[in-house]
Protein backbone atom coordinates (compact mmCIF):
# COMPACT_ATOMS: atom_id res chain seq x y z
CA UNK A 1 0.00 0.00 0.00
CA UNK A 2 0.89 3.48 -0.87
CA UNK A 3 -0.49 6.47 0.95
CA UNK A 4 -1.11 9.16 -1.97
CA UNK A 5 -2.61 12.42 -0.81
CA UNK A 6 -3.07 16.08 -2.00
CA UNK A 7 0.11 16.45 -1.22
CA UNK A 8 2.16 13.44 -2.32
CA UNK A 9 0.44 13.97 -5.64
CA UNK A 10 0.84 17.70 -6.30
CA UNK A 11 4.27 18.02 -5.17
CA UNK A 12 5.49 14.02 -6.41
CA UNK A 13 6.83 13.20 -2.96
CA UNK A 14 6.95 10.04 -1.39
CA UNK A 15 5.45 10.66 1.76
CA UNK A 16 2.83 12.81 2.68
CA UNK A 17 5.20 14.23 5.30
CA UNK A 18 6.57 17.92 5.77
CA UNK A 19 10.00 19.27 7.62
CA UNK A 20 8.62 22.81 8.64
CA UNK A 21 10.79 25.92 8.58
CA UNK A 22 12.87 25.80 11.98
CA UNK A 23 14.83 28.35 13.14
CA UNK A 24 19.16 27.15 13.10
CA UNK A 25 17.94 23.22 12.47
CA UNK A 26 16.67 24.15 8.76
CA UNK A 27 19.75 24.21 6.77
CA UNK A 28 20.36 22.57 3.51
CA UNK A 29 21.05 19.49 5.15
CA UNK A 30 18.59 19.09 7.41
CA UNK A 31 16.33 19.78 4.47
CA UNK A 32 18.09 17.36 1.91
CA UNK A 33 17.75 14.67 4.35
CA UNK A 34 14.25 14.83 4.10
CA UNK A 35 13.41 14.89 1.03
CA UNK A 36 16.12 12.15 0.48
CA UNK A 37 13.80 10.26 3.21
CA UNK A 38 10.72 10.94 1.01
CA UNK A 39 9.53 14.04 2.65
CA UNK A 40 9.80 17.62 2.20
CA UNK A 41 12.81 18.84 3.51
CA UNK A 42 12.38 23.14 4.46
CA UNK A 43 15.51 25.54 4.45
CA UNK A 44 14.52 28.38 6.64
CA UNK A 45 14.78 31.63 4.73
CA UNK A 46 16.08 33.64 8.04
CA UNK A 47 17.96 31.66 9.55
CA UNK A 48 20.71 32.11 6.98
CA UNK A 49 19.64 35.27 5.44
CA UNK A 50 19.22 37.44 8.59
CA UNK A 51 21.80 40.80 8.70
CA UNK A 52 24.56 40.83 8.49
CA UNK A 53 24.00 37.98 6.15
CA UNK A 54 21.96 39.12 3.47
CA UNK A 55 19.93 37.04 0.45
CA UNK A 56 23.39 36.09 -1.18
CA UNK A 57 24.13 33.59 1.76
CA UNK A 58 20.15 32.18 1.36
CA UNK A 59 21.03 31.43 -2.69
CA UNK A 60 23.98 29.41 -1.29
CA UNK A 61 22.00 27.29 1.00
CA UNK A 62 19.50 26.55 -1.78
CA UNK A 63 22.37 25.65 -4.09
CA UNK A 64 23.86 23.73 -1.45
CA UNK A 65 20.59 21.89 -0.94
CA UNK A 66 20.07 21.26 -4.96
CA UNK A 67 23.78 19.40 -4.29
CA UNK A 68 22.52 17.38 -2.06
CA UNK A 69 19.06 15.95 -3.45
CA UNK A 70 17.11 15.62 -6.94
CA UNK A 71 14.13 15.64 -4.72
CA UNK A 72 11.86 19.05 -4.40
CA UNK A 73 12.60 20.78 -1.37
CA UNK A 74 11.14 24.02 0.27
CA UNK A 75 12.13 27.29 1.74
CA UNK A 76 10.10 28.85 4.50
CA UNK A 77 9.70 32.30 5.08
CA UNK A 78 8.80 33.55 8.24
CA UNK A 79 6.80 37.11 8.45
CA UNK A 80 6.98 37.63 12.15
CA UNK A 81 8.89 40.80 13.79
CA UNK A 82 12.46 40.47 14.19
CA UNK A 83 14.82 42.65 15.82
CA UNK A 84 16.57 43.97 12.67
CA UNK A 85 14.55 44.01 9.37
CA UNK A 86 15.85 41.40 6.90
CA UNK A 87 15.94 42.04 3.02
CA UNK A 88 12.27 40.97 2.33
CA UNK A 89 12.54 41.66 -1.52
CA UNK A 90 16.34 40.15 -1.74
CA UNK A 91 15.24 36.64 -0.09
CA UNK A 92 11.88 36.81 -2.25
CA UNK A 93 14.19 37.39 -5.26
CA UNK A 94 16.53 34.58 -4.30
CA UNK A 95 13.60 32.26 -4.11
CA UNK A 96 12.33 33.12 -7.63
CA UNK A 97 15.48 33.06 -9.30
CA UNK A 98 16.10 29.84 -7.74
CA UNK A 99 13.13 28.65 -8.86
CA UNK A 100 12.89 27.25 -5.68
CA UNK A 101 9.69 24.30 -6.31
CA UNK A 102 7.79 25.39 -3.16
CA UNK A 103 7.42 27.78 -0.53
CA UNK A 104 6.11 27.55 3.60
CA UNK A 105 5.33 30.75 4.53
CA UNK A 106 4.46 31.96 8.05
CA UNK A 107 3.02 35.04 9.89
CA UNK A 108 1.42 38.06 9.70
CA UNK A 109 -0.01 39.58 6.70
CA UNK A 110 1.45 37.39 4.17
CA UNK A 111 -0.98 38.53 1.16
CA UNK A 112 1.69 40.07 -1.17
CA UNK A 113 4.03 37.83 -0.42
CA UNK A 114 1.78 34.72 -1.59
CA UNK A 115 0.87 36.87 -4.58
CA UNK A 116 4.30 37.16 -5.66
CA UNK A 117 5.45 33.63 -4.97
CA UNK A 118 2.18 32.08 -6.91
CA UNK A 119 2.57 34.67 -9.85
CA UNK A 120 6.42 32.95 -10.51
CA UNK A 121 4.42 29.56 -10.29
CA UNK A 122 5.92 28.42 -6.97
CA UNK A 123 3.40 26.00 -4.73
CA UNK A 124 2.76 27.78 -1.47
CA UNK A 125 1.52 26.32 2.07
CA UNK A 126 0.98 29.04 4.83
CA UNK A 127 1.64 27.99 8.08
CA UNK A 128 -0.76 29.73 10.65
CA UNK A 129 -2.97 28.92 13.62
CA UNK A 130 -6.44 29.86 12.95
CA UNK A 131 -9.20 28.88 10.46
CA UNK A 132 -9.78 32.86 9.64
CA UNK A 133 -6.17 32.98 8.74
CA UNK A 134 -6.29 30.29 6.39
CA UNK A 135 -9.27 31.55 4.11
CA UNK A 136 -7.84 34.37 4.32
CA UNK A 137 -4.46 32.64 2.63
CA UNK A 138 -6.78 30.73 0.33
CA UNK A 139 -7.79 34.02 -0.55
CA UNK A 140 -4.69 35.29 -1.71
CA UNK A 141 -3.91 32.31 -3.82
CA UNK A 142 -2.26 29.57 -1.49
CA UNK A 143 -2.04 26.45 -2.40
CA UNK A 144 -2.26 24.35 0.84
CA UNK A 145 -2.84 25.49 4.94
CA UNK A 146 -0.23 23.64 7.17
CA UNK A 147 -2.91 24.21 10.43
CA UNK A 148 -0.46 24.76 13.20
CA UNK A 149 -1.92 23.68 16.58
CA UNK A 150 -1.34 24.74 20.37
CA UNK A 151 0.80 21.60 21.04
CA UNK A 152 3.49 22.90 18.03
CA UNK A 153 6.77 23.62 18.58
CA UNK A 154 7.33 27.57 17.53
CA UNK A 155 4.45 30.04 17.49
CA UNK A 156 1.27 28.55 18.38
CA UNK A 157 -0.16 32.04 18.40
CA UNK A 158 -2.62 33.46 21.02
CA UNK A 159 -5.84 31.21 21.27
CA UNK A 160 -4.87 28.22 22.50
CA UNK A 161 -6.50 25.90 20.53
CA UNK A 162 -5.33 21.88 19.97
CA UNK A 163 -4.91 20.00 17.14
CA UNK A 164 -8.34 17.54 17.99
CA UNK A 165 -10.49 20.89 17.38
CA UNK A 166 -8.38 22.64 14.89
CA UNK A 167 -7.91 20.02 12.72
CA UNK A 168 -12.06 18.92 12.78
CA UNK A 169 -12.65 23.42 12.17
CA UNK A 170 -10.35 23.20 9.67
CA UNK A 171 -12.11 19.84 7.36
CA UNK A 172 -15.52 21.59 8.03
CA UNK A 173 -14.61 25.24 6.89
CA UNK A 174 -11.43 25.23 4.89
CA UNK A 175 -12.34 24.87 0.71
CA UNK A 176 -8.24 24.69 0.52
CA UNK A 177 -6.43 21.21 1.40
CA UNK A 178 -4.54 21.34 4.30
CA UNK A 179 -1.85 19.30 6.44
CA UNK A 180 -2.04 19.08 10.27
CA UNK A 181 1.56 20.48 11.91
CA UNK A 182 1.97 20.34 15.74
CA UNK A 183 2.34 17.81 18.10
CA UNK A 184 2.91 14.79 15.96
CA UNK A 185 5.58 12.20 15.87
CA UNK A 186 4.11 8.58 15.18
CA UNK A 187 2.71 6.77 12.45
CA UNK A 188 -0.85 7.08 14.36
CA UNK A 189 -0.88 10.62 14.80
CA UNK A 190 -0.41 10.11 10.55
CA UNK A 191 -3.73 8.02 10.41
CA UNK A 192 -5.61 9.71 12.21
CA UNK A 193 -4.36 13.16 10.59
CA UNK A 194 -5.45 11.93 7.42
CA UNK A 195 -8.95 10.28 8.74
CA UNK A 196 -9.31 14.04 10.24
CA UNK A 197 -9.23 15.34 6.40
CA UNK A 198 -5.44 17.03 6.29
CA UNK A 199 -3.07 15.40 3.50
CA UNK A 200 -0.43 14.71 5.61
CA UNK A 201 1.78 16.17 8.57
CA UNK A 202 4.36 18.40 9.35
CA UNK A 203 6.40 18.01 11.64
CA UNK A 204 8.97 20.66 13.51
CA UNK A 205 10.16 18.63 17.06
CA UNK A 206 10.56 14.92 15.95
CA UNK A 207 13.00 15.87 12.95
CA UNK A 208 15.60 18.07 15.49
CA UNK A 209 15.57 14.14 17.14
CA UNK A 210 17.22 12.98 13.98
CA UNK A 211 20.79 12.09 12.80
CA UNK A 212 20.72 14.23 10.45
CA UNK A 213 19.83 17.60 12.47
CA UNK A 214 22.98 19.80 12.32
CA UNK A 215 22.64 20.94 16.13
CA UNK A 216 24.60 19.54 19.02
CA UNK A 217 23.81 15.80 20.70
CA UNK A 218 23.30 17.17 23.83
CA UNK A 219 20.14 18.79 22.48
CA UNK A 220 18.71 15.42 21.21
CA UNK A 221 19.87 13.61 24.42
CA UNK A 222 17.68 15.98 26.30
CA UNK A 223 14.62 15.92 24.12
CA UNK A 224 14.84 11.92 24.40
CA UNK A 225 14.88 12.20 28.18
CA UNK A 226 12.17 15.37 28.21
CA UNK A 227 8.60 14.72 29.08
CA UNK A 228 5.24 16.00 27.55
CA UNK A 229 5.10 18.63 30.43
CA UNK A 230 8.49 19.65 29.50
CA UNK A 231 7.89 22.91 27.51
CA UNK A 232 6.43 26.23 28.22
CA UNK A 233 5.29 29.97 26.45
CA UNK A 234 7.52 32.80 26.39
CA UNK A 235 6.47 36.45 24.61
CA UNK A 236 2.78 35.68 26.03
CA UNK A 237 2.82 39.27 27.17
CA UNK A 238 4.20 40.66 24.17
CA UNK A 239 1.35 38.47 21.80
CA UNK A 240 3.90 36.76 19.85
CA UNK A 241 3.64 33.28 22.17
CA UNK A 242 6.59 30.97 21.48
CA UNK A 243 6.50 27.54 22.81
CA UNK A 244 10.26 26.69 23.91
CA UNK A 245 11.79 23.81 26.41
CA UNK A 246 11.21 24.10 29.42
CA UNK A 247 14.51 24.97 31.43
CA UNK A 248 16.33 27.98 33.44
CA UNK A 249 16.54 30.38 30.67
CA UNK A 250 12.91 30.18 29.85
CA UNK A 251 11.76 30.36 33.47
CA UNK A 252 13.36 33.75 33.61
CA UNK A 253 12.44 35.43 30.75
CA UNK A 254 9.03 34.29 32.02
CA UNK A 255 9.19 35.61 35.73
CA UNK A 256 10.39 39.20 34.22
CA UNK A 257 7.48 38.70 31.96
CA UNK A 258 4.81 38.18 34.76
CA UNK A 259 6.69 41.52 36.25
CA UNK A 260 7.34 43.90 33.30
CA UNK A 261 4.53 42.16 30.57
CA UNK A 262 4.68 43.23 27.28
CA UNK A 263 8.25 45.26 27.94
CA UNK A 264 10.36 43.40 25.57
CA UNK A 265 13.62 45.45 26.92
CA UNK A 266 13.56 43.75 30.25
CA UNK A 267 14.05 40.31 28.49
CA UNK A 268 15.82 40.92 25.08
CA UNK A 269 19.44 40.05 26.49
CA UNK A 270 18.08 36.37 27.01
CA UNK A 271 16.20 35.64 23.99
CA UNK A 272 18.84 36.84 21.18
CA UNK A 273 18.72 34.93 18.17
CA UNK A 274 22.57 34.42 18.93
CA UNK A 275 22.28 32.44 22.42
CA UNK A 276 19.94 29.72 20.22
CA UNK A 277 22.29 29.57 17.69
CA UNK A 278 24.91 29.07 19.77
CA UNK A 279 23.20 26.22 22.14
CA UNK A 280 22.47 24.23 18.77
CA UNK A 281 25.42 24.60 17.23
CA UNK A 282 27.98 25.46 19.44
CA UNK A 283 28.05 24.55 23.17
CA UNK A 284 24.89 21.75 23.30
CA UNK A 285 24.10 23.55 26.49
CA UNK A 286 20.26 23.01 26.74
CA UNK A 287 20.09 25.27 29.55
CA UNK A 288 21.27 28.80 28.75
CA UNK A 289 19.25 30.12 26.09
CA UNK A 290 15.03 29.78 24.70
CA UNK A 291 15.16 26.91 22.08
CA UNK A 292 11.58 26.16 20.28
CA UNK A 293 10.34 22.64 20.97
CA UNK A 294 7.06 21.17 20.59
CA UNK A 295 4.47 19.24 23.81
CA UNK A 296 5.78 15.92 21.14
CA UNK A 297 9.30 16.37 22.44
CA UNK A 298 7.64 13.80 25.63
CA UNK A 299 7.13 10.96 22.35
CA UNK A 300 10.43 11.30 21.04
CA UNK A 301 12.18 7.68 22.37
CA UNK A 302 14.99 7.62 19.90
CA UNK A 303 17.09 9.24 17.19
CA UNK A 304 16.89 7.66 14.18
CA UNK A 305 17.94 8.89 10.20
CA UNK A 306 15.57 10.80 8.51
CA UNK A 307 14.82 7.67 6.25
CA UNK A 308 14.27 5.22 9.29
CA UNK A 309 11.86 7.97 10.95
CA UNK A 310 9.48 8.37 8.01
CA UNK A 311 9.58 4.93 6.90
CA UNK A 312 7.91 4.18 10.39
CA UNK A 313 6.02 6.65 10.36
CA UNK A 314 4.31 5.57 7.30
CA UNK A 315 4.57 1.87 8.07
CA UNK A 316 3.04 2.23 11.47
CA UNK A 317 0.16 4.53 9.40
CA UNK A 318 -0.48 1.97 6.50
CA UNK A 319 -0.63 -0.75 9.36
CA UNK A 320 -3.34 1.49 11.57
CA UNK A 321 -5.59 1.99 8.19
CA UNK A 322 -5.66 -1.45 6.95
CA UNK A 323 -5.58 -3.15 10.09
CA UNK A 324 -7.00 -2.02 13.08
CA UNK A 325 -8.76 0.92 11.27
CA UNK A 326 -10.41 -1.58 8.51
CA UNK A 327 -11.16 -4.75 10.91
CA UNK A 328 -13.35 -2.16 12.90
CA UNK A 329 -15.73 -2.11 9.99
CA UNK A 330 -18.22 -5.34 10.41
CA UNK A 331 -19.03 -7.28 7.18
CA UNK A 332 -22.55 -7.99 7.67
C1 LIG B 1 13.48 24.61 16.77
C2 LIG B 1 12.30 25.10 16.00
C3 LIG B 1 12.40 26.26 15.28
C4 LIG B 1 11.31 26.70 14.52
N1 LIG B 1 11.46 27.82 13.73
C5 LIG B 1 10.45 28.19 12.90
C6 LIG B 1 10.64 29.27 12.00
O1 LIG B 1 11.69 29.92 11.96
N2 LIG B 1 9.60 29.57 11.17
C7 LIG B 1 8.42 28.86 11.17
O2 LIG B 1 7.54 29.15 10.37
N3 LIG B 1 8.23 27.84 12.02
C8 LIG B 1 9.22 27.48 12.86
N4 LIG B 1 9.03 26.41 13.69
C9 LIG B 1 7.75 25.66 13.64
C10 LIG B 1 7.83 24.42 12.72
O3 LIG B 1 8.01 24.76 11.39
C11 LIG B 1 6.56 23.58 12.81
O4 LIG B 1 5.45 24.33 12.40
C12 LIG B 1 6.32 23.07 14.22
O5 LIG B 1 7.53 22.64 14.76
C13 LIG B 1 5.31 21.94 14.23
O6 LIG B 1 5.11 21.51 15.54
P1 LIG B 1 5.95 20.29 16.20
O7 LIG B 1 7.25 20.91 16.62
O8 LIG B 1 5.11 19.91 17.35
O9 LIG B 1 6.15 19.24 15.18
C14 LIG B 1 10.09 25.98 14.51
C15 LIG B 1 9.99 24.81 15.29
C16 LIG B 1 11.06 24.37 16.02
C17 LIG B 1 10.92 23.12 16.84
Redesign the pocket.
Known amino acids: MVLKTKLTEALGIKYPII ?8 YAEMAAAVSNAGGLG ?1 I ?1 A ?2 VALPPNGADSLRKEIQKCKALTDKPFAV ?1 L ?1 L ?1 PVGVAPDWDGIIKVIIEEKVKVC ?1 T ?2 RNPVEVIKRLKDAGIFVIH ?1 CVAVRHAQAAARSGADMI ?1 M ?1 GF ?5 PGEEDVGNWVLLTQAALELNIPFVA ?5 TGSQLAAALALGAEGV ?7 ATVEAPIKDEIKQAMVQAKITDTTHIFRTLGNTERVYKNSAAKKVREIEAEFPGQFEKIQHLVKGDLYRKSFQETGNTDDSC ?6 IGLIKDIPTCKVFCDRVVADAEDIIRNRLQGLVSKL
Request: charged share 10%.
Open positions: QGGMHFVGTTLTNTLEAGKSDDCGGHSGGCVNMGTAFMWSCGQS
